[in-house]
């Protein structure tokens, strides 16, 4: 199975902060990498795919980059409604897997 | 719009076994794969099974092998999920994801979830 690291595990920011989460593959997944958001009690929402290319409807301060085994999420600007918990998810190989998600604080 | 709708919470106790459904509109069942991904209290998320078009098959995770049944009922356009031999574990948050028919393997829509409590 590929293991996805992901870190941290959670941070404290403020409005208007840059924020950068990276996610590590334990083997080459190319660009086969997506992010999630997830809100308190809600269903996790795609935001990223391919490892860079944003979702329709995703606001462009949201940002992701790499490929192989390195990857970051960047948050370039946090607005209140960013605050939630971020997961990367691998989907070069089954099973599919999950980082352990980032909770990004106030 | 693809939209998922999921059963009710469920309590069950220790050795039982629990169904959850998933009805999809917006879309026609057979053009998307659905998965299963479930969360347990204060943690992340956990990949079950799901239809892998790649493989023209459903997959389950080994964690999950023998007590797990993905099926479809596409008369309904219903998605279940039935988990047996349920421990205390298996409480979670069980989520039903689709792909868009296009982009595999990625979950573009999901349901509501539906809370599974093991308790005796």
């Known amino acids: 199975d590929i293991q996805m690291t992901q870190s941290p595990s959670s941070l404290s920011a403020s409005v208007g902060d840059r924020v950068t989460i990276t996610c590590q593959a334990s083997?080459?997944?190319?660009?086969?990498l997506n992010w999630y958001q997830q809100k308190a009690g809600k269903a996790p929402k795609l935001l990223i795919n391919d490892a860079s290319n944003l979702e329709t409807g995703v606001p462009s301060r949201f940002s992701g980059s790499g490929s192989g085994t390195d990857f970051i999420f960047t948050i370039s600007s946090l607005q209140p409604e960013d605050f939630a918990t971020y997961y990367c998810q691998q989907y070069d190989n089954l099973p599919l897997t999950f980082g352990g998600g980032t909770k990004v604080e106030i | 719009q693809v939209q998922l709708v999921q059963s009710g919470t469920e309590v069950k106790k220790p050795g039982a076994s629990v169904k959850v459904s998933c009805q999809v509109s917006g879309h026609t069942l057979t053009e998307l794969s659905t998965h299963w991904v479930r969360q347990a209290p204060g943690t992340g998320l956990e990949w079950m099974g799901g239809?892998?078009?790649?493989?023209?098959?459903?997959i389950y995770a080994q964690k999950f092998q023998g007590r797990v049944t993905m099926t479809e009922d596409t008369s309904t356009e219903t998605a279940y999920m039935e988990l047996s031999s349920l421990r205390s574990e298996d409480t979670a948050i069980y989520y039903c994801?689709?792909?868009?028919?296009?982009?595999?393997?990625?979950?573009?829509?999901w349901g509501q979830g539906t809370l599974v409590t093991v308790s005796s």
């Open positions: 083997q080459d997944i190319s660009i086969f």
């Open positions: 994801a689709t792909d868009n028919g296009s982009s595999l393997r990625t979950f573009y829509f």
């Open positions: 239809f892998d078009p790649e493989n023209g098959q459903t």
